[in-house]
Every structure is written in structure tokens, then in C-alpha cells.
């Protein structure tokens, strides 16, 4: 089993930050790309952002120059640093990975159970 925790979510002003953690484990034996997705009632489920396992990244437009993922391969773990922060960033803020399995060839995502982000204005 593999199981994606997320923590650092919250409530904060405008033009305020929060640092978003999400720790991969269990049985893991490589993660391909990890990354963050957010999704805001009414709304479909949008990439924030990603980073592979040679840390190339990919940011939505909208988000570009205010927040940077990062990863830890020691401890599998992603972060999102979101900066500047404005109400249009409220969502609920979920982990995404593609993991191979120990003694499974194939590649699964798992997500992870979702994280609340909510900007005041």
C-alpha cells in the first residue's frame, strides 16, 4: 500500500504565504513525477503544479512567479510554497504522485486526501 499525506494547509489574509507538505510511503520503490492539484467548489480539478524526478517543473499560468514545489527524494516527500497569496487560490489542495511499487513493474498515481487553502480578502 502507498499513502500520500498532506499538511500545511490553513487559513491567511491576502498577500500572505503557506508552505504545503505531502510525504509519500509505504511500499515505494521509485516516484516518477509529483505534484499538486487544486479544485474550488464549482470548479474541475486543476494542476497547480509538478516536478519530475530530475526536478524539472511545470507551473499553471496562474500561478507562475508566486509559488515553487520542490521535492525531497530522501524523505519522498513535495512541497508548495505559495506566496502571495490571493482569494482566487481557495481550493482544496491535493497530492499527486506516479509511484512504481515494490515488485510491481507498472507506474500508479495516488492522490492524496486533500488539504484546505483559504485566502480572506
Known amino acids: 500500500q502507498v499513502q500520500l499525506v498532506e499538511s500545511g494547509g490553513g487559513l491567511v489574509q491576502a498577500g500572505g504565504s503557506l508552505r504545503l507538505s505531502c510525504a509519500a510511503s509505504?511500499?515505494?520503490?521509485?516516484?516518477?513525477?509529483m505534484g499538486w492539484y487544486r479544485q474550488a467548489p464549482g470548479n474541475e480539478r486543476e494542476l497547480v503544479a509538478h516536478i519530475t524526478s530530475g526536478d524539472s517543473t511545470n507551473y499553471a499560468d496562474a500561478v507562475k512567479g508566486r509559488f515553487t514545489i520542490s521535492r525531497d527524494n530522501a524523505k519522498n516527500t513535495v512541497y508548495l510554497q505559495m506566496n502571495y497569496l490571493n482569494p482566487a487560490d481557495t481550493a482544496v489542495y491535493y497530492c499527486h504522485a506516479i509511484i512504481v511499487r515494490v515488485g510491481a513493474p507498472n507506474k500508479y498515481q495516488y492522490w492524496g486526501q486533500g488539504t484546505q487553502v483559504t485566502v480572506s480578502s
Open positions: 509505504g511500499s515505494i520503490f521509485s516516484i516518477d513525477v
